[in-house]
């Protein structure tokens, strides 16, 4: 997606999902109940904090998970979110970030963590 978009973004989806996450892409559906906007997020391929001594290499994503936000302008609003995982090449073993790890800090605020609670059920 053009980041020409990026401003914009950042005021209707949670607090600070773009410094973790891109749009890959949108739609629009239109249903008798009402319309519904679907946004496509995955998870940026950038080294988890916790890991950055170890040597990871991306493998690619875990299933979608699909959550409903705030409605906009009467839409609903549907986030198809895709988080990455790594293979960590020093255990052998696949890690994902830590996001309890990063809301006890100050980079992101408690409504996010909140958000990606609600991810990992």
Known sequence: MSDSYLPFLKFI??????EYFELTSHRQEKEAKGDTLHLYLQEVNTIPTEYA??????KGFFDEVTIQDFPIRGQK????????????EDTNKVVFRN??????????TKEFAAFLKELSR
Not at 53 to 58: E, P, V
């Open 13 to 18: 989806l949670p607090e600070q999902l773009l």
């Open 53 to 58: 001594s170890s040597k990871l290499s991306s």
């Open 77 to 88: 609003v549907l986030l198809h979110i895709k988080r990455r995982g790594w293979l960590n």
């Open 99 to 108: 996001w309890d790890m990063i809301a006890q800090g100050t980079r992101i």
